[in-house]
């Protein structure tokens, strides 16, 4: 098979790996096009192969975006329980089919993990590190034996050994492959570094300036209707929605008065705006919203400043509204 095979699969297998459960065809041709644009040769052939994997691509996403109607889930209404066993830090020594296959001489993965660390804390709080950034509070919290995600609706078990005087977690990994595809979850394998009491561990956050005068801008006032979720403003296509799965925010009602409602699928959240900015004062959050004029319509982008950006630093997508009032 040739490198490009492989790396187009690798894009789609990556993508799935790191807990993606819809795909966007542009996004995962992007990264491939990045990673092959030195290594290919402009040739008619060539040519030919990439427009057949487009098709094949567009099929395959195409099978995802509609499987996540058809996802797995966990039953996650767990009462707490708390098991003294796993209150500490945890780190990723290497990742296995099954727990029999883990051999701490010599390690199956030999790659960076993307789950890099994990810290249980009393009560079912729960702090984690992807990539070997710092832990931050995410969508997943514990109880004994089990790691909830009621984000995705998944239970995934954890389970304690003592292998060589070492103390490992065997932890189910159940990303896009275990709940689009209904897939056997992998198993991460973890080490405890320490039994530390996690629960006062300041965790850096990101905050942003929000003591903004009110600006009157009458472009922002009035009933904003959530239609997808992009990474860039550029991926949004009026004709094709990239965000297949069901949407968290819903709706803004922007008020002439200053005021903000932003209507999730769980609340209505009270924030502020003045001129283009919708200002969170308790996250210490001002995201930007761009409004533009796309085929007779009216579109918001507005800046998503989730934990993603305040507690990693990474770059807000954005939601897109469209206005209807």
Do not use: C
């Given at each position: 098979m040739k490198q490009i095979d492989l790396d187009l699969g690798d894009v789609i297998h990556k993508e799935l790996d790191h807990q993606s459960l819809t795909l966007e065809f542009e996004t995962t041709w992007r990264?491939?096009?990045?990673?092959?644009?030195?290594?290919?040769?402009?040739?008619?052939?060539?040519?030919?192969?990439?427009?057949?994997?487009?098709?094949?691509?567009?099929?395959?996403?195409?099978?995802?975006?509609?499987?996540?109607?058809?996802?797995?889930?966990?039953?996650?209404?767990?009462?707490?329980?708390?098991?003294?066993?796993v209150i500490g830090k945890w780190e990723a020594v290497d990742f296995v089919e099954n727990e029999e296959d883990f051999d701490p001489d010599s390690p199956a993965y030999k790659e960076g993990f993307y789950l890099s660390k994990m810290a249980f804390v009393k009560g079912g709080e729960l702090l984690i590190s992807f990539e070997e950034e710092q832990l931050c509070?995410?969508?997943?919290?514990?109880?004994?034996?089990?790691?909830?995600?009621?984000q995705?609706?998944?239970?995934?078990?954890?389970?304690?050994?003592?292998?060589?005087?070492?103390?490992?977690?065997?932890?189910?990994?159940?990303?896009?492959?275990?709940?689009?595809?209904?897939?056997?979850?992998?198993?991460?394998?973890?080490?405890?570094?320490?039994?530390?009491?996690?629960?006062?561990?300041?965790?850096?956050?990101?905050e942003d300036k929000v003591d903004y005068p009110f600006m009157h801008n009458p472009d922002m006032i009035g009933e904003w209707e959530c239609v997808d979720f992009v990474e860039n403003i550029e991926d949004f296509n009026f004709n094709q929605k990239v965000w297949m799965d069901e949407l968290f925010l819903k709706s803004l009602s922007i008020e002439e008065n200053g005021k903000v409602s932003a209507t999730t699928k769980t609340t209505t959240i009270k924030l502020q705006w003045s001129q283009d900015l919708i200002i969170d004062s308790h996250e210490k959050t001002s995201s930007n919203c761009i409004i533009k004029e796309i085929n007779g319509h009216t579109y918001m982008f507005y800046e998503w400043k989730s934990g993603d950006y305040i507690f990693r630093g990474r770059k807000p997508s954005y939601y897109v509204l469209k206005k209807i009032i």
């Open positions: 990264k491939y096009n990045q990673i092959n644009t030195k290594a290919r040769k402009k040739t008619v052939t060539s040519r030919r192969f990439i427009s057949l994997a487009a098709v094949l691509m567009v099929i395959l996403l195409g099978t995802i975006g509609f499987a996540n109607h058809f996802r797995k889930v966990d039953k996650v209404d767990y009462a707490f329980k708390h098991d003294n066993e509070t995410g969508a997943l919290e514990w109880t004994k034996g089990i790691v909830i995600n009621k995705d609706r998944t239970a995934s078990k954890y389970n304690i050994k003592q292998i060589k005087d070492q103390t490992y977690m065997f932890y189910e990994w159940k990303n896009g492959d275990y709940i689009l595809k209904n897939m056997k979850p992998g198993v991460y394998v973890l080490r405890q570094v320490d039994h530390a009491d996690y629960s006062n561990v300041s965790v850096t956050r990101r």
